[in-house]
């Protein structure tokens, strides 16, 4: 029976471990008996609660604790996983999953290259990030009375019609063991809180989303000034509410700094992503050492950058994280990969393998991306020599066709900006374009990069990232 | 894949943590569970690039108290007493909901075609088979076309609901499915089509979406020049193309609760036409293999199919048993209750409210797509968009790219363009002049339940800006 046997932190031995180390170890040897050339075994604890207000109103709390652990055998150079919410029973897959292993290298043709693994130091040890004030022990209470303040100040007008506050918490606990002597545990936690706006102004609907979080516990949120937050989402609806449709058409654009974020994430990052290269779904492939963008930009994934919503300290398959140049002046000098993809392509291993939780295998992923600063004072400077274009904030999502290299994100608010100045509010924009275009296409850039909003990424599987940079000026973009 | 005993296990520990519940005296308690088992096989650059299995599972507990409710959820059912201490201290400082009471049993008879036993048998082996078959079938059909990603896989669910109002419920879903992103990079051009398919039936060895991911991938290659600005104009979006935009801004529109909050953009338009006026909305929870059907909804209460706009007036909406009674509680609306619309995200989730299959349909005889190219004249075919979950539910606007799109002039199709921006108000669209396609297929949804959708016209309403 899958769910019944998982220990909870009730049942957890004294060693504050979840993994039986000599079980799992036994079962790892019996792996590589069976012919495994590697074999690991990831666990992730996550002890997680999530609240909902509507209205002021208590909508729901959800606490919760989920337990999971994947076991990854590679045999023949070929992959088999299995995953269960079931730890003892883990020992008893091990031979089912190298057999499924060598039936995934039983069909790979002759000129298929074998997967293997770049070499990389094999550590035991521990490491937590302390947050400073632990969620675990942070009461219902409290969380309720940090959601009250942020609907407030977000409700206060006749014309918002709702107002629905998030908050949500995670401790993740990891533990990974691997054949070739890996047994790493680590830890950390993440908070958000969030709020969506609702305007009416009779048939016209309007809907502002605004969030703030990172890497960290309750800190992260005392951190913020909720009354602030909750008050920009009300004056947005509110603008929203007079806001025009946006033209069409290719316009000089200027992106603040969440939109910068969500435009480097969605066509840059994946692109980048060297599982994507690696099967013939980049625009990247082959790029390494030229030049794809104008010579002011330079590009990190930094997932040590504390505080940020993608920071980790070890990535999934039990690498200490570093940051990574994706672009220096214009040059494409990193992909993001994993020990598969950087065995492939001959690199050195850059810790970028996340996972969803303790029920998904690593992918490559990005966590804290963000564009360096440029050399422009201000938004104004950027803004002054254009005669006709948009000024484009806060961000819906974006989503990025890798292979073609084409993208799409989509703004929350947006200025009609004529001769030098921001005129007239507008709405539903969104920008499109070709990844190798609209990088030689970034003219402007302020000093001040930092991380933007948090946000969440989708590949198959769903992690949180952190996306930012300076006020950023692209010469011309399709605004849609 | 699935243990013969898996249902009578989880519905034992239900019935555990309700009787825990009882010896605390909780004055109503809810108890579901879920047990997944599956396998599936990831395609990359070509080939097979991992096989996996497994299975996860676990309960969740909702105590109502004095119109209070606490949710909480748990993998170990020894933990269960500290569960259900933690749903009873949250419904302690949750808001009363005068009226709100937990669903008591009715009958519910059984909904065909959701469990295939013939998926139960499928080994890790058939699968790598049929994942070769499809690998074959690809370079068969173009040999520069190559699978550069997705996958496959099986899975049988077991669910169970028990409650303190005599709700006592269990059974099996079995699923399969299958996507692939087809690209052909060729004469420094690289074009790409993801197309799936799945059902709660054993799919065919090689499902036809296979070969359409082929062919869109080879009939956007050598993109034509279009010399034309921004402009209104007429687009058939396929069913593949049209459904993410659906999916995003319909089913939350047609929320009871949304509808009486004036959040959505159809508040205040009940009997009034909200479409085009031969174009009407079903929610079908009992559709025979439907992939969001079942007998009872998330809350235990029967399922029905209902009529939510006919013949583009809006005369229903969806509501599950809390929503309903905190509306009325509010004041907002005299009387609602549940209609069977409860959906839960698993174990992990109270629930709450929306679809479960949704169709579109037209009073008027539908065509095939050569009769509404015919019907269009000129304009453009989009068959994927980009940017589907931007699309703003409230008021229905959006702003997505496409690079799988076709021109059309004078009926004919000219050629494919590279990219374009794609905008405009879906629920306005569909209001005005809408012809269906006569191929209704089965699309995911970016919101809850699955939407049955043809290839749609939509004559007003949208703009181009092709790159």
Known sequence: MVMSASPTDEHRPSTGRYLDQSKIQAALDQAQELGASYAEVRLMAITDSSVALRDAKLERAIPGQEVGVTLRILADGAWGVHSTTDLISLPSQIESTVRLAKAVAARRSSKDKPVQLAEVPILEDEIHWKPKKDVRNTDLQTKIDHLKTLHDSAADDDSIISVTCGWSDEHLHTELMSSEGMNRVWSFQRSLINASVTGRDGDEVVSYRTRHGGEGGLEVIEQCDLGQLGESARIATLRLLKAERAPSGKLPLIADRDLTGVYIHEALGHPCEADLVAAGDSCLDGKLGQSIGNDIVTVVDDPTIRGGYGAHPIDDEGLDTREKKLIQNGVLTEYLNHRETAHHFGLEPNAGARAQDGLHHPLVRMSNTLIQGGTHNDIDELMEDIQYGVYACGSRGGQVDTGRGSFQFAAQEAWLIENGELTRPLKDVSVSGLTLQILKDVDGLTRDARLAAPGFCGKGQTVPVGDGGPTMRISQALVG | ?467
């Open chain 2, 1 to 467: 894949m699935l243990p013969d005993d898996a249902v009578d296990r989880i519905a034992e520990g239900c019935r555990q943590i309700g009787k825990l519940c009882q010896n605390n005296e909780i004055q109503q308690w809810e108890i579901v569970a879920t047990q997944s088992y599956g396998h599936s096989i990831d395609i990359e650059a070509g080939k097979i690039s991992l096989a996996a299995g497994g299975g996860e599972g676990g309960y969740g507990i909702r105590v109502v108290e004095d119109g209070r409710f606490g949710y909480a959820y748990l993998v170990d059912i020894g933990s269960a007493d500290n569960a259900i201490q933690q749903a009873r201290d949250i419904a302690k400082v949750s808001p009363s909901v005068a009226g709100f009471l937990l669903p008591s049993e009715q009958k519910a008879d059984k909904v065909a075609g959701l469990l295939d036993k013939n998926i139960l048998s499928i080994s890790p082996e058939d699968l790598l088979e049929q994942a070769d078959a499809i690998l074959s079938e690809v370079s068969s059909l173009d040999e520069r076309a190559v699978v550069t990603g997705g996958g496959l896989g099986v899975g049988a669910s077991a669910g169970a609901i028990y409650s303190s109002e005599g709700i006592e419920s269990s059974g099996v879903t079995t699923s399969h499915g299958i996507g692939v992103q087809v690209s052909i990079d060729a004469d420094d051009e690289l074009t790409s089509s993801f197309e799936g398919d799945s059902s709660r039936q054993r799919l065919t060895n090689v499902p036809d979406c296979v070969a359409v991911a082929v062919d869109w991938a080879q009939k956007t290659r050598g993109p034509i020049e279009v010399n034309t600005d921004a402009h209104d104009t007429p687009v058939l979006m396929t069913s593949e193309g049209f459904s993410p935009l659906f999916s995003m801004v319909v089913p939350s529109a047609i929320r009871g609760d949304r509808l009486v909050r004036n959040e959505s953009f159809w508040s205040g338009k009940q009997g009034e036409l909200v479409l085009a006026n031969d174009l009407s909305l079903i929610d079908d929870g009992r559709l025979e293999g439907g992939k969001s059907a079942s007998s009872r909804d998330g809350e235990g209460v029967p399922t029905r199919c209902q009529t939510l706009v006919e013949n583009g007036r809006l005369i229903g909406s969806l509501w599950s048993t809390r929503d309903a009674a905190q509306q009325v509680a509010e004041g907002r609306i005299e009387q609602a209750e549940s209609n069977g619309c409860a959906v839960r995200g698993g174990h992990q989730s109270p629930p709450s409210t929306g679809c479960a299959d949704l169709q579109m349909v037209s009073s008027q005889k539908s065509s095939s797509q050569d009769a509404l190219l015919e019907r269009m004249q000129d304009g453009y075919i989009v068959h994927s968009v980009m940017g589907a979950h931007t699309a703003n539910p409230t008021s229905g606007d959006f702003s997505v790219t496409s690079s799988t799109l076709l021109r059309v002039e004078g009926g004919e199709i000219l050629g494919p363009v590279k990219q374009a921006g794609l905008s405009g108000n879906l629920a306005k669209a569909l209001s005005q002049e809408v012809y269906l396609g006569n191929d209704v297929r089965v699309q995911g949804s970016y919101s809850s339940g699955n939407m049955h959708l043809p290839d749609v016209l939509l004559m007003q309403g949208l703009r181009i800006n092709p790159v």
